[in-house]
């Protein structure tokens, strides 16, 4: 196997894993989701949306459809065992940041229902909904003229973007917008979807209901493939660090003079892992799973290097690495390595 390919999950269930996805029987009605799904409906109807209830479905991703004013949700989410694997593999959404795409992706609906971007007025303040998509783009960190919301700087993507950010935002329960972007240029935005959920309201959707994409009752793929499939091949971009004299730099070697107060180093990378992937993906806005490869990464060579960290310093390393790591995901966010040459 490729250092690089997605592994199965050692934990694995061999007969659930060879199953094709849609004869696991998933609903969202009776699993984990339904009772964040209900939230999401009490928190539009708080803020006066009295007529909007998109659907939700089951699929491979977080999305919406192409102008369809549906919810498309994570499989996984719908069984804990699945979460589990989901969670071997890539990390996984805690109830916490479900919420947070639930809203995002409900901006997006609200948007596709009431057709509010072919206004004028949604295009002077967002600007055009028909501009390119673009994988890859270059953001401004810590633009003021764009909200906070999903990790990263995601409301720079495309006009389409800002807009569900920017209702998620508004959206959230005790968010406090006002305040909190006072005198940023993200304000009028804010101002703009509080402004069209009063217009609209009490009004019944141009679009009520909307064309599902591939559901979770289409999905001929086993878990197995599935994962095999979804895992980005980042072998060549990673495979290309020269990490040794950086890592060298913030570690220890051990000596015979250097054993006492000293202990592994990727023992503390390995227990601090996920705290340095959140804090890298959020503020860099790089794909959490090339930033989860990342960090495993430096978290490997370090013990091929036997490299050791200092006992009552572990916050310090750990802060070094983190800003370590952050260059590394700037560099490929920005020029699509991780390295100059």
Not at 93 to 119: P, S, T
Not at 256 to 285: C, H, M, Q
Not at 287 to 295: D, E, F, H, I, S
Request: glycine content about 4%; charged content about 30%; some cysteine.
């Amino acid at each position: 196997m490729h250092p690089f390919e997605a592994p199965v999950p050692p934990t694995a269930d061999p007969e659930l894993l060879s199953k094709p996805i849609k004869e696991l029987g998933l609903r969202i009605e009776g699993s984990p989701l339904e009772k964040l799904v209900l939230q999401l409906y009490k928190e539009m109807d708080r803020k006066g949306l009295k007529h909007f209830r998109p659907k939700c479905y089951l699929t491979d991703e977080w999305g919406c459809p192409d102008e369809e004013p549906v919810i498309g949700i994570p499989f996984y989410l719908a069984d804990p065992k699945l979460a589990a694997y989901e969670k071997t593999m890539n990390d996984l959404e805690d109830e916490r940041e479900i919420m947070m795409y639930l809203r995002h992706e409900a901006g997006h609906a609200f948007n596709y229902a009431y057709e509010l971007y072919k206004r004028d007025d949604w295009k002077a303040v967002f600007g055009p909904f028909r501009r390119p998509y673009r994988d890859r783009y270059r953001p401004v960190p810590f633009s003021r003229r764009f909200v906070r919301h999903i990790a990263g700087w995601y409301a720079q993507k495309h006009p389409d973007e800002d807009y569900a950010e920017t209702f998620a935002v508004w959206l959230t329960p005790r968010s406090n917008w006002r305040a909190r972007y006072k005198g940023w240029g993200a304000l009028h935005k804010l101002r703009y979807v509080d402004r069209m959920a009063r217009t609209y309201g009490n009004q019944e959707p141009l679009r009520p209901l909307g064309e599902t994409d591939l559901t979770v009752d289409e999905m001929e793929v086993t878990l197995e493939d599935f994962y095999r499939q979804t895992q980005h091949d980042e072998s060549q971009a990673i495979a290309s660090l020269a990490l040794d004299t950086d890592l060298t730099d913030i570690f220890l070697k051990p000596s015979k003079r250097r054993r006492n107060g000293i202990f592994p180093a990727a023992s503390l990378l390995a227990a601090r892992r996920k705290e340095i992937v959140d804090k890298v993906t959020y503020w860099t806005g790089v794909r959490r799973p090339l930033v989860k490869k990342l960090v495993e990464s430096i978290e490997e060579r370090v013990r091929q290097l036997n490299l050791a960290a200092l006992h009552g310093r572990e916050d310090a390393a750990v802060v070094e690495i983190t800003a370590y790591t952050t260059t590394l995901a700037m560099n490929y966010l920005t020029r699509g390595r991780f390295t100059l040459e």
